[in-house]
DNA sequence: TCAAAATGTAATATATATATTGCAAAAAGT
DNA sequence: ACTTTTTGCAATATATATATTACATTTTGA
């Protein structure tokens, strides 16, 4: 499912997926599938998400169901 | 590093590696080396830990420094 | 409107997470 | 002590995350 919430975060600070990307040493498509849900990331790369937009791992990546 | 919060949930849990991998889904190895810190896992398998074990990604996986 | 920036998408290539099998060492139970 | 269970480790195989390049579409701003 799509994630919304690293969107948001990202938007707060403003950022493009691109400069996301390249702050977290990533492509633009790998941010971009990610937020569209189509994509499994690795824990550091979560965790690399997370700090580069000052959010944890539950706030950007956790999901009840 | 070592993620030993994974290992205490599990034993917690009263659960072999072997036992945690077959819940989860994965073989025994994989849970050995993460626990031992030498794997960067995907979220889902994080997600699937998590939930055996009654934890969140940020009970688990957060390390701060 | 128009141009520029941002995002979606697709093909192929590469790196690495994970599986499989097997054996050795350590830990636990009796 | 001995047996069984658990864990570490290593080699090879496979699946998939991620990179690279390129182009199309959408969004934004002047």
Redesign the interface.
Known sequence: MKNIKIKVARVEHDLSQAELAKKVGVTRQTIGLIEQGKY?????L??SICKTLGK???DL???EE
Chains 1, 2 share one sequence.
Do not use: A, G, I
Request: hydrophobic share 40%; aromatic share 16%; proline share 8%.
């Open positions: 499994n990331p690795s824990l550091q979560c965790l944890t791992l539950d990546f956790w999901e």
